[in-house]
């Protein structure tokens, strides 16, 4: 395991019953959307160190994916910045020269994907976008540690299809996803310790 490991969710509901509090790793509640996490984030790795390997753990939704899938995302970007109108491609920012952010650690043994992220809670397909995975921070987490140098890994449970059941499908998944990603956060936590040794 890397020297420094930072636990990084959006929410203390998406640790149901302390489920991530045994494996004695610190752990950072953001709050929800890109600007919470980008700020809350900032100011913890000038805490912990630029040196912490950042582990994001979350429920999301896909439409690809089929529920219950955990899914590490190793691709970002944010299908809700449409700065089209001055030429811009969808997803980049003005004066930014790509529109996807590629600084996720790929885990064996997961299916990698691309998260779609935006402070929407997104219910319907989108006419463009693939929309694998779909969260509301990760693009953000992505970011703040391609900046500083931070190794990134994100695990993503999908809870639901983005469609008109979200909201509900989430609620009742939360607490299962907490099991699941503990999972695969154990398995990822041995593949990166094995990573440092080898």
Same mark, same amino acid.
């Given at each position: ?5 930072l636990l990084?969710?959006? $929410?203390p509901?998406?640790?149901a019953?302390?489920r991530?509090?045994d494996?004695g790793?610190p752990?950072?509640y ?7 996490a980008?700020?809350? &984030?900032?100011?913890? $790795?000038?805490t912990h ?6 582990i994001?753990? #979350?429920?999301a939704?896909s439409?690809?994916?089929?529920a #219950? ?5 190793t ?6 910045m449409?700065?089209?109108a ?6 980049q @920012?003005?004066?930014e020269e790509?529109?996807?952010l ?5 885990i064996?043994?997961?299916?990698h ?14 006419? $463009? ?5 779909i969260?509301?921070e990760?693009?953000a $987490?992505a ?15 999908? @809870?639901d ?11 009742e998944?939360?607490?299962i ?5 503990y ?5 990822? &936590?041995?593949?990166l ?6």
């Amino acid at each position: 395991m890397p020297d420094k490991v930072l636990l990084v969710l959006a $929410l203390p509901q998406e640790n149901a019953d302390g489920r991530f509090n045994d494996l004695g790793l610190p752990i950072l509640y953001t709050g929800v959307g890109k600007v919470n996490a980008a700020m809350s &984030l900032t100011a913890a $790795l000038h805490t912990h160190g630029s040196a912490a390997t950042v582990i994001n753990l #979350g429920s999301a939704g896909s439409h690809t994916f089929q529920a #219950g899938s955990v899914v590490c995302a190793t691709r970002f970007f944010q299908h809700d910045m449409d700065a089209t109108a001055l030429g811009c491609a969808l997803g980049q @920012t003005p004066f930014e020269e790509t529109t996807h952010l590629d600084y996720g650690l790929a885990i064996p043994g997961l299916a990698h994907a691309t998260c779609y992220t935006g402070d929407r809670f997104i219910t319907e397909r989108h006419p $463009l976008l693939p929309m694998q995975v779909i969260d509301m921070e990760a693009y953000a $987490l992505a970011k703040v540690c391609q900046r500083f140098g931070a190794p990134f890994v994100s695990l993503k449970f999908i @809870t639901d299809g983005a469609d008109g059941q979200a909201a509900t499908d989430w609620q009742e998944s939360v607490a299962i996803s907490a099991s699941r990603l503990y999972q695969a956060l154990r398995e990822t &936590l041995s593949h990166l310790k094995d990573a440092a040794v080898g």
